[in-house]
Protein backbone atom coordinates (compact mmCIF):
# COMPACT_ATOMS: atom_id res chain seq x y z
CA UNK A 1 0.00 0.00 0.00
CA UNK A 2 1.33 3.24 -0.42
CA UNK A 3 -1.13 6.28 0.78
CA UNK A 4 -1.00 9.61 -1.26
CA UNK A 5 -1.33 12.27 0.39
CA UNK A 6 -2.17 15.44 -1.17
CA UNK A 7 -2.77 19.20 0.15
CA UNK A 8 -5.96 20.08 1.53
CA UNK A 9 -6.75 22.09 -1.21
CA UNK A 10 -6.13 19.84 -4.09
CA UNK A 11 -8.34 17.13 -5.41
CA UNK A 12 -8.27 14.31 -2.36
CA UNK A 13 -6.67 11.38 -3.69
CA UNK A 14 -5.96 7.82 -2.40
CA UNK A 15 -3.07 4.66 -3.31
CA UNK A 16 -4.25 2.02 -1.92
CA UNK A 17 -2.03 -1.20 -1.18
CA UNK A 18 -4.63 -3.81 -1.34
CA UNK A 19 -3.46 -6.56 -4.07
CA UNK A 20 -0.34 -4.34 -4.55
CA UNK A 21 1.59 -6.14 -1.71
CA UNK A 22 3.82 -9.01 -3.16
CA UNK A 23 1.24 -11.52 -3.75
CA UNK A 24 1.48 -14.83 -1.97
CA UNK A 25 4.68 -17.41 -3.05
CA UNK A 26 3.11 -20.48 -4.87
CA UNK A 27 3.88 -23.46 -2.63
CA UNK A 28 7.47 -25.49 -2.44
CA UNK A 29 8.98 -22.33 -2.60
CA UNK A 30 10.16 -22.43 0.58
CA UNK A 31 11.86 -24.82 2.63
CA UNK A 32 10.08 -24.57 5.66
CA UNK A 33 13.13 -26.61 7.75
CA UNK A 34 15.09 -22.97 7.55
CA UNK A 35 11.99 -20.88 9.05
CA UNK A 36 13.14 -19.54 12.67
CA UNK A 37 10.44 -18.94 15.69
CA UNK A 38 9.61 -15.44 16.51
CA UNK A 39 7.91 -14.39 20.13
CA UNK A 40 5.98 -10.99 19.57
CA UNK A 41 5.70 -9.38 22.98
CA UNK A 42 4.18 -5.80 24.51
CA UNK A 43 4.78 -4.97 27.96
CA UNK A 44 3.69 -1.58 28.74
CA UNK A 45 5.92 0.63 26.03
CA UNK A 46 7.84 -1.42 25.67
CA UNK A 47 7.95 -4.11 22.85
CA UNK A 48 10.54 -6.90 21.76
CA UNK A 49 11.14 -9.47 19.05
CA UNK A 50 13.25 -12.54 19.63
CA UNK A 51 14.04 -14.96 16.63
CA UNK A 52 15.05 -18.52 17.19
CA UNK A 53 17.00 -19.57 13.73
CA UNK A 54 16.78 -23.55 13.54
CA UNK A 55 19.55 -23.55 11.22
CA UNK A 56 22.90 -21.95 10.74
CA UNK A 57 23.21 -18.83 8.18
CA UNK A 58 25.78 -16.13 8.05
CA UNK A 59 23.08 -13.85 6.60
CA UNK A 60 19.05 -13.53 7.28
CA UNK A 61 16.91 -11.76 4.85
CA UNK A 62 13.74 -9.80 5.47
CA UNK A 63 10.71 -11.02 3.41
CA UNK A 64 9.20 -7.69 4.00
CA UNK A 65 11.47 -5.20 2.86
CA UNK A 66 9.30 -2.41 1.47
CA UNK A 67 10.70 1.29 1.23
CA UNK A 68 8.39 3.88 3.30
CA UNK A 69 6.37 5.80 0.44
CA UNK A 70 7.88 9.37 1.98
CA UNK A 71 11.49 9.57 0.89
CA UNK A 72 11.97 5.90 -0.35
CA UNK A 73 13.69 4.50 2.63
CA UNK A 74 13.93 1.37 4.54
CA UNK A 75 11.50 1.36 7.08
CA UNK A 76 13.05 -1.03 9.83
CA UNK A 77 15.89 0.35 10.55
CA UNK A 78 13.71 3.53 11.94
CA UNK A 79 11.34 0.83 13.73
CA UNK A 80 13.63 -1.81 15.05
CA UNK A 81 16.99 -1.89 17.03
CA UNK A 82 19.42 -4.92 17.51
CA UNK A 83 19.85 -5.56 21.15
CA UNK A 84 22.18 -8.74 20.24
CA UNK A 85 25.84 -8.25 20.63
CA UNK A 86 27.66 -9.25 17.53
CA UNK A 87 24.93 -8.38 15.08
CA UNK A 88 24.32 -5.72 12.34
CA UNK A 89 21.15 -4.71 10.14
CA UNK A 90 21.55 -3.06 6.94
CA UNK A 91 20.12 -3.00 3.84
CA UNK A 92 21.90 -4.74 1.26
CA UNK A 93 20.15 -4.74 -2.50
CA UNK A 94 16.35 -5.29 -2.45
CA UNK A 95 15.82 -6.40 1.48
CA UNK A 96 17.11 -5.51 4.74
CA UNK A 97 19.46 -8.02 6.50
CA UNK A 98 21.01 -9.45 9.59
CA UNK A 99 24.87 -10.54 9.81
CA UNK A 100 26.98 -11.11 12.05
CA UNK A 101 29.86 -8.85 12.26
CA UNK A 102 32.52 -11.18 12.57
CA UNK A 103 31.29 -12.95 9.09
CA UNK A 104 30.53 -16.55 10.91
CA UNK A 105 26.67 -17.49 11.52
CA UNK A 106 24.39 -15.09 12.85
CA UNK A 107 23.83 -16.30 16.56
CA UNK A 108 20.85 -18.35 16.79
CA UNK A 109 19.01 -16.14 19.53
CA UNK A 110 18.52 -12.77 18.21
CA UNK A 111 16.60 -10.12 19.84
CA UNK A 112 15.08 -6.49 18.44
CA UNK A 113 13.64 -3.62 20.55
CA UNK A 114 10.82 -2.26 18.51
CA UNK A 115 8.99 1.13 18.40
CA UNK A 116 5.94 0.37 15.61
CA UNK A 117 4.96 3.61 13.14
CA UNK A 118 2.26 3.91 11.17
CA UNK A 119 4.57 5.22 8.40
CA UNK A 120 3.29 4.27 4.97
CA UNK A 121 5.12 1.81 2.90
CA UNK A 122 5.14 1.40 -0.91
CA UNK A 123 3.31 -1.94 -1.68
CA UNK A 124 3.56 -3.50 1.82
CA UNK A 125 1.18 -3.98 4.92
CA UNK A 126 2.91 -1.54 7.53
CA UNK A 127 1.87 -0.81 11.03
CA UNK A 128 -1.48 0.37 12.46
CA UNK A 129 -1.54 2.70 15.52
CA UNK A 130 -4.47 3.94 17.07
CA UNK A 131 -4.43 7.37 19.30
CA UNK A 132 -6.05 4.92 22.28
CA UNK A 133 -2.61 3.55 22.35
CA UNK A 134 -3.24 0.65 20.54
CA UNK A 135 -1.24 -1.06 17.94
CA UNK A 136 -1.78 -3.78 14.74
CA UNK A 137 1.21 -5.27 12.97
CA UNK A 138 0.98 -7.64 9.79
CA UNK A 139 1.66 -10.75 11.02
CA UNK A 140 4.09 -11.76 8.41
CA UNK A 141 6.19 -9.01 8.60
CA UNK A 142 8.63 -11.09 10.72
CA UNK A 143 9.19 -13.73 7.71
CA UNK A 144 12.93 -14.17 6.63
CA UNK A 145 15.02 -16.46 4.28
CA UNK A 146 18.67 -17.75 4.81
CA UNK A 147 21.21 -16.93 2.24
CA UNK A 148 25.16 -17.94 2.33
CA UNK A 149 26.54 -14.03 1.48
CA UNK A 150 25.94 -10.45 1.27
CA UNK A 151 26.96 -10.57 -2.09
CA UNK A 152 23.79 -13.14 -2.34
CA UNK A 153 21.76 -11.06 -0.59
CA UNK A 154 22.95 -7.87 -3.25
CA UNK A 155 21.97 -10.34 -6.02
CA UNK A 156 18.14 -11.21 -5.47
CA UNK A 157 15.48 -10.24 -7.39
CA UNK A 158 12.71 -7.54 -5.75
CA UNK A 159 10.30 -10.20 -7.05
CA UNK A 160 10.31 -13.23 -5.12
CA UNK A 161 7.48 -15.18 -6.79
CA UNK A 162 8.76 -18.55 -8.22
CA UNK A 163 12.13 -17.86 -6.37
CA UNK A 164 13.29 -21.24 -4.43
CA UNK A 165 13.89 -20.04 -0.67
CA UNK A 166 15.19 -21.28 2.37
CA UNK A 167 13.09 -19.67 4.95
CA UNK A 168 9.40 -19.18 5.22
CA UNK A 169 6.16 -18.06 7.39
CA UNK A 170 7.89 -18.35 10.48
CA UNK A 171 5.92 -19.00 13.80
CA UNK A 172 5.20 -15.94 15.75
CA UNK A 173 3.77 -16.52 19.24
CA UNK A 174 1.94 -12.97 20.32
CA UNK A 175 1.65 -12.11 23.81
CA UNK A 176 0.43 -8.66 25.44
CA UNK A 177 0.95 -8.58 29.59
CA UNK A 178 -2.15 -6.15 29.53
CA UNK A 179 -4.42 -8.83 28.27
CA UNK A 180 -5.62 -11.35 25.25
CA UNK A 181 -4.81 -9.74 21.99
CA UNK A 182 -7.22 -9.53 18.88
CA UNK A 183 -6.99 -11.89 16.11
CA UNK A 184 -9.56 -12.11 12.95
CA UNK A 185 -12.17 -10.08 15.09
CA UNK A 186 -11.70 -12.25 18.37
CA UNK A 187 -9.61 -11.78 21.74
CA UNK A 188 -7.43 -14.52 22.23
CA UNK A 189 -5.09 -14.99 25.55
CA UNK A 190 -2.50 -17.11 23.20
CA UNK A 191 -2.19 -16.86 19.69
CA UNK A 192 0.67 -18.20 17.52
CA UNK A 193 0.55 -17.20 13.48
CA UNK A 194 2.74 -19.10 10.47
CA UNK A 195 0.93 -18.80 6.94
CA UNK A 196 -2.39 -16.56 7.81
CA UNK A 197 -1.87 -13.27 6.17
CA UNK A 198 -3.53 -10.94 8.14
CA UNK A 199 -2.98 -8.44 11.22
CA UNK A 200 -2.69 -9.02 15.11
CA UNK A 201 -4.08 -6.37 17.36
CA UNK A 202 -2.05 -5.82 20.88
CA UNK A 203 -3.98 -2.92 23.09
CA UNK A 204 -7.88 -2.16 23.91
CA UNK A 205 -9.23 -0.73 20.83
CA UNK A 206 -12.57 -0.86 20.82
CA UNK A 207 -14.16 -3.55 18.74
CA UNK A 208 -18.17 -3.32 17.41
CA UNK A 209 -19.57 -7.07 16.63
CA UNK A 210 -22.54 -6.21 13.73
CA UNK A 211 -24.72 -8.47 11.32
CA UNK A 212 -21.81 -9.58 8.90
CA UNK A 213 -19.95 -6.83 9.76
CA UNK A 214 -17.03 -6.14 12.76
CA UNK A 215 -15.30 -2.82 12.91
CA UNK A 216 -12.31 -1.99 14.99
CA UNK A 217 -12.03 1.93 15.25
CA UNK A 218 -9.86 4.51 16.39
CA UNK A 219 -11.68 6.68 19.12
CA UNK A 220 -10.93 9.85 17.66
CA UNK A 221 -11.60 9.20 14.18
CA UNK A 222 -14.00 11.96 12.87
CA UNK A 223 -17.50 9.74 13.26
CA UNK A 224 -18.72 10.15 9.83
CA UNK A 225 -16.20 7.89 8.55
CA UNK A 226 -17.39 5.04 10.73
CA UNK A 227 -20.73 5.80 9.58
CA UNK A 228 -19.76 6.08 6.13
CA UNK A 229 -18.09 2.72 6.69
CA UNK A 230 -20.99 0.45 8.24
CA UNK A 231 -23.68 2.19 5.97
CA UNK A 232 -21.59 2.14 2.52
CA UNK A 233 -19.32 -1.57 2.93
CA UNK A 234 -22.69 -3.64 2.98
CA UNK A 235 -24.37 -1.59 0.24
CA UNK A 236 -21.20 -2.23 -2.22
CA UNK A 237 -20.08 -5.93 -1.43
CA UNK A 238 -23.71 -6.61 -2.06
CA UNK A 239 -23.33 -5.00 -5.42
CA UNK A 240 -20.37 -6.87 -6.27
CA UNK A 241 -21.97 -10.10 -5.18
CA UNK A 242 -24.78 -9.77 -7.40
CA UNK A 243 -22.74 -9.00 -9.90
CA UNK A 244 -19.80 -11.54 -9.85
CA UNK A 245 -21.29 -14.01 -7.67
CA UNK A 246 -19.53 -14.92 -3.94
CA UNK A 247 -15.81 -13.83 -3.90
CA UNK A 248 -14.66 -17.61 -2.42
CA UNK A 249 -13.91 -18.98 0.90
CA UNK A 250 -12.28 -17.18 3.49
CA UNK A 251 -12.39 -13.91 2.06
CA UNK A 252 -15.52 -12.63 3.45
CA UNK A 253 -15.42 -8.99 4.76
CA UNK A 254 -16.04 -9.87 8.24
CA UNK A 255 -13.92 -6.78 10.17
CA UNK A 256 -13.07 -3.55 9.09
CA UNK A 257 -9.63 -1.89 10.97
CA UNK A 258 -9.53 1.83 10.78
CA UNK A 259 -6.63 4.18 12.24
CA UNK A 260 -6.28 8.07 12.75
CA UNK A 261 -3.38 9.38 12.35
CA UNK A 262 -4.67 12.95 12.90
CA UNK A 263 -5.77 15.84 11.82
CA UNK A 264 -2.63 16.97 10.12
CA UNK A 265 -2.23 20.48 8.75
CA UNK A 266 -2.82 20.59 4.60
CA UNK A 267 -3.79 17.05 4.21
CA UNK A 268 -6.30 14.96 3.15
CA UNK A 269 -5.69 11.49 2.98
CA UNK A 270 -6.68 7.54 3.29
CA UNK A 271 -5.09 4.54 2.43
CA UNK A 272 -6.06 0.56 2.48
CA UNK A 273 -5.40 -2.69 2.49
CA UNK A 274 -7.36 -6.08 1.91
CA UNK A 275 -6.38 -9.70 3.29
CA UNK A 276 -8.63 -12.63 4.19
CA UNK A 277 -11.15 -11.10 5.79
CA UNK A 278 -10.30 -8.03 6.54
CA UNK A 279 -10.18 -4.22 5.27
CA UNK A 280 -7.48 -2.35 7.01
CA UNK A 281 -8.13 1.74 6.79
CA UNK A 282 -6.05 4.35 7.61
CA UNK A 283 -7.09 8.25 7.22
CA UNK A 284 -5.40 11.60 8.20
CA UNK A 285 -5.69 15.12 8.13
CA UNK A 286 -7.49 17.99 8.79
CA UNK A 287 -9.04 17.74 4.93
CA UNK A 288 -11.38 14.82 6.22
CA UNK A 289 -12.64 16.18 9.45
CA UNK A 290 -15.50 16.70 7.80
CA UNK A 291 -17.45 15.42 4.96
CA UNK A 292 -17.69 17.50 2.37
CA UNK A 293 -19.62 16.42 -0.71
CA UNK A 294 -15.82 15.72 -2.54
CA UNK A 295 -14.39 13.61 0.67
CA UNK A 296 -17.70 11.99 0.94
CA UNK A 297 -17.14 10.70 -2.72
CA UNK A 298 -13.77 9.83 -2.44
CA UNK A 299 -14.12 7.91 0.89
CA UNK A 300 -17.39 5.91 -1.09
CA UNK A 301 -15.01 5.30 -3.96
CA UNK A 302 -11.93 4.38 -1.60
CA UNK A 303 -14.51 1.88 0.47
CA UNK A 304 -15.37 0.36 -2.57
CA UNK A 305 -11.79 -0.16 -4.21
CA UNK A 306 -11.03 -1.57 -0.84
CA UNK A 307 -14.37 -3.60 -1.30
CA UNK A 308 -13.09 -4.86 -4.69
CA UNK A 309 -10.17 -6.60 -3.81
CA UNK A 310 -12.23 -9.48 -2.36
CA UNK A 311 -12.81 -10.58 -5.52
CA UNK A 312 -10.11 -8.98 -7.70
CA UNK A 313 -7.40 -9.47 -5.36
CA UNK A 314 -8.32 -12.71 -3.01
CA UNK A 315 -10.46 -14.90 -5.11
CA UNK A 316 -7.88 -14.35 -7.58
CA UNK A 317 -4.14 -12.78 -7.54
CA UNK A 318 -1.98 -11.39 -10.23
CA UNK A 319 1.38 -14.17 -10.63
CA UNK A 320 4.15 -11.52 -9.98
CA UNK A 321 3.89 -8.07 -8.78
CA UNK A 322 4.96 -6.54 -12.22
CA UNK A 323 1.11 -7.56 -12.65
CA UNK A 324 -0.57 -5.10 -10.29
CA UNK A 325 -2.27 -3.40 -12.90
CA UNK A 326 -4.81 -6.45 -13.20
CA UNK A 327 -6.10 -6.37 -9.54
CA UNK A 328 -5.50 -2.26 -8.63
CA UNK A 329 -6.49 -0.96 -12.36
CA UNK A 330 -9.47 -3.37 -11.73
CA UNK A 331 -10.70 -2.59 -8.75
CA UNK A 332 -10.50 0.96 -9.43
CA UNK A 333 -13.16 0.42 -12.24
CA UNK A 334 -15.33 -1.75 -10.08
CA UNK A 335 -15.76 1.23 -7.83
CA UNK A 336 -16.53 3.59 -10.02
CA UNK A 337 -19.01 1.10 -11.62
CA UNK A 338 -20.38 0.22 -8.24
CA UNK A 339 -20.74 3.77 -7.40
CA UNK A 340 -21.91 4.80 -10.20
CA UNK A 341 -25.29 1.96 -9.69
CA UNK A 342 -25.64 3.06 -6.25
CA UNK A 343 -25.35 7.16 -7.14
CA UNK A 344 -26.03 7.75 -10.19
CA UNK A 345 -25.06 11.19 -9.41
CA UNK A 346 -21.66 10.14 -9.07
CA UNK A 347 -19.32 11.46 -11.91
CA UNK A 348 -17.89 8.87 -12.84
CA UNK A 349 -16.51 10.25 -16.01
CA UNK A 350 -14.25 12.85 -14.13
CA UNK A 351 -12.80 9.76 -12.20
CA UNK A 352 -12.02 8.29 -15.35
CA UNK A 353 -10.34 10.94 -16.80
CA UNK A 354 -7.95 11.52 -14.19
CA UNK A 355 -6.61 7.53 -14.72
CA UNK A 356 -6.14 8.54 -18.37
CA UNK A 357 -4.40 11.15 -17.58
CA UNK A 358 -2.30 9.88 -14.81
CA UNK A 359 -1.53 6.78 -17.15
CA UNK A 360 -0.56 9.15 -20.23
CA UNK A 361 1.66 11.11 -17.82
CA UNK A 362 3.46 7.65 -16.01
CA UNK A 363 3.36 5.48 -19.34
CA UNK A 364 5.79 8.26 -21.25
CA UNK A 365 8.75 6.23 -22.51
CA UNK A 366 8.52 4.26 -19.16
CA UNK A 367 7.38 0.57 -19.03
CA UNK A 368 3.76 0.52 -16.63
CA UNK A 369 5.35 -3.26 -15.64
CA UNK A 370 8.46 -1.50 -14.09
CA UNK A 371 6.77 1.39 -12.52
CA UNK A 372 7.20 -0.45 -8.56
CA UNK A 373 10.95 -0.30 -8.99
CA UNK A 374 10.67 3.13 -9.70
CA UNK A 375 8.57 3.89 -6.73
CA UNK A 376 5.77 5.01 -9.30
CA UNK A 377 2.78 2.78 -7.81
CA UNK A 378 -0.09 4.93 -9.42
CA UNK A 379 0.95 3.54 -12.92
CA UNK A 380 -0.50 0.26 -11.81
CA UNK A 381 -3.61 1.68 -10.91
CA UNK A 382 -4.34 4.61 -14.29
CA UNK A 383 -3.05 2.43 -16.66
CA UNK A 384 -4.51 -0.80 -15.42
CA UNK A 385 -8.40 1.17 -15.43
CA UNK A 386 -7.44 1.93 -18.84
CA UNK A 387 -6.93 -1.44 -20.03
CA UNK A 388 -10.05 -2.39 -18.01
CA UNK A 389 -11.98 0.13 -19.52
CA UNK A 390 -10.30 -1.16 -23.02
CA UNK A 391 -11.62 -4.48 -21.90
CA UNK A 392 -15.11 -3.20 -20.93
CA UNK A 393 -15.68 -1.50 -24.09
CA UNK A 394 -14.70 -4.82 -26.01
CA UNK A 395 -17.66 -6.50 -24.34
CA UNK A 396 -20.15 -3.79 -24.45
CA UNK A 397 -19.41 -4.44 -28.48
CA UNK A 398 -19.49 -7.82 -28.39
CA UNK A 399 -22.63 -8.04 -26.05
CA UNK A 400 -23.99 -4.76 -24.58
CA UNK A 401 -22.06 -5.72 -21.55
CA UNK A 402 -20.01 -4.25 -19.03
CA UNK A 403 -16.78 -4.34 -17.15
CA UNK A 404 -18.48 -6.96 -14.53
CA UNK A 405 -19.87 -9.13 -17.27
CA UNK A 406 -16.12 -9.26 -18.57
CA UNK A 407 -14.82 -9.83 -15.60
CA UNK A 408 -16.69 -12.67 -13.72
CA UNK A 409 -15.86 -15.53 -16.47
CA UNK A 410 -12.30 -14.47 -16.01
CA UNK A 411 -12.46 -15.37 -11.91
CA UNK A 412 -14.87 -18.06 -12.16
CA UNK A 413 -12.01 -19.52 -15.22
CA UNK A 414 -8.66 -18.91 -12.55
CA UNK A 415 -10.56 -19.61 -9.35
CA UNK A 416 -9.02 -22.71 -8.98
CA UNK A 417 -4.80 -21.93 -8.76
CA UNK A 418 -6.30 -18.42 -7.54
CA UNK A 419 -3.99 -16.32 -9.48
CA UNK A 420 -5.02 -14.68 -12.77
CA UNK A 421 -1.89 -14.16 -15.32
CA UNK A 422 -1.22 -11.57 -17.80
CA UNK A 423 -1.78 -14.04 -20.46
CA UNK A 424 -4.93 -15.52 -19.08
CA UNK A 425 -6.20 -11.51 -18.92
CA UNK A 426 -5.18 -10.31 -22.67
CA UNK A 427 -6.23 -13.88 -23.62
CA UNK A 428 -9.91 -12.89 -22.19
CA UNK A 429 -9.34 -9.64 -23.84
CA UNK A 430 -8.64 -10.80 -27.01
CA UNK A 431 -12.02 -13.20 -26.95
CA UNK A 432 -13.99 -10.56 -26.18
CA UNK A 433 -12.95 -8.04 -28.55
CA UNK A 434 -11.65 -10.82 -31.70
CA UNK A 435 -8.44 -8.11 -32.04
CA UNK A 436 -5.10 -9.30 -30.76
CA UNK A 437 -3.90 -6.00 -31.48
CA UNK A 438 -5.38 -4.78 -28.30
CA UNK A 439 -3.31 -7.21 -26.53
CA UNK A 440 0.08 -6.33 -28.42
CA UNK A 441 -0.41 -2.63 -27.90
CA UNK A 442 -1.01 -3.49 -24.10
CA UNK A 443 2.30 -5.78 -24.34
CA UNK A 444 4.17 -2.83 -25.18
CA UNK A 445 3.17 -0.09 -23.02
CA UNK A 446 4.01 -2.45 -20.12
CA UNK A 447 7.27 -3.99 -20.97
CA UNK A 448 8.60 -0.78 -23.31
CA UNK A 449 6.26 2.36 -22.37
CA UNK A 450 5.20 4.52 -25.20
CA UNK A 451 6.66 7.49 -27.00
CA UNK A 452 3.16 8.76 -27.48
CA UNK A 453 0.99 7.25 -24.78
CA UNK A 454 -2.09 9.35 -25.30
CA UNK A 455 -1.98 8.13 -29.08
CA UNK A 456 -1.62 4.12 -27.90
CA UNK A 457 -4.62 4.90 -25.70
CA UNK A 458 -6.63 6.73 -27.94
CA UNK A 459 -5.79 4.12 -30.28
CA UNK A 460 -7.45 1.08 -27.90
CA UNK A 461 -10.39 3.09 -27.14
CA UNK A 462 -11.43 3.37 -30.82
CA UNK A 463 -11.08 0.10 -31.40
CA UNK A 464 -12.84 -0.85 -28.32
CA UNK A 465 -15.75 1.88 -28.78
CA UNK A 466 -14.43 3.70 -25.63
CA UNK A 467 -16.45 7.16 -26.59
CA UNK A 468 -13.34 9.91 -26.30
CA UNK A 469 -11.85 12.66 -28.62
CA UNK A 470 -8.50 13.49 -28.81
CA UNK A 471 -7.34 17.08 -28.36
CA UNK A 472 -3.97 18.63 -28.14
CA UNK A 473 -2.64 16.01 -27.56
CA UNK A 474 -4.89 14.63 -24.56
CA UNK A 475 -7.68 11.79 -24.67
CA UNK A 476 -10.54 13.35 -23.21
CA UNK A 477 -13.25 10.69 -22.36
CA UNK A 478 -16.96 11.46 -23.56
Not at 75 to 83: C, F, G, N, V, Y
Not at 108 to 136: C, H, M, N, Q
Not at 277 to 288: A, D, P, Q, T, W
Request: hydrophobic share 45%; with cysteine.
Amino acid sequence: MRLKALAASTLLAAALLGACAAAPLPPGTWDARAAPSVEVVRDGDRWTVDYVFHRAAPVWAFMDSALMADGRQPWRPTQWTLETPGVVMERRGHYDVIRSTDGGPVPSRVRFSIRPKGVELEAEYGALTFSDGAVALPTRQFDVFALPSVAAAEAMPADLNGVDLEGGPSAVTWRDTAGPVLFNGERRATLTTTTERSYVLLGQARVTPSEGLTTVIDPNLPPWIGEEIRGFAPRIDDYYLRRLGPPGAGSEASTVMVSWNGPTARLSSMGGSVLPGLIVMKFEGVGVLNPSQEVLERSRWFIGHESAHFWLGQAVRYQFARDAWITEGGADLMAVRGFKALDPAYDARAELQTEVDDCIALARDKPVAEAGERGEHRAYYACGAVFAMAAEGAQKRRDGGDWFDFLRPVLIANRTDGVLTRAEWLDALTRASRDPSLAATIERMLDQGAADPAAEIAGLFRKTGVPHRVENGKVILL
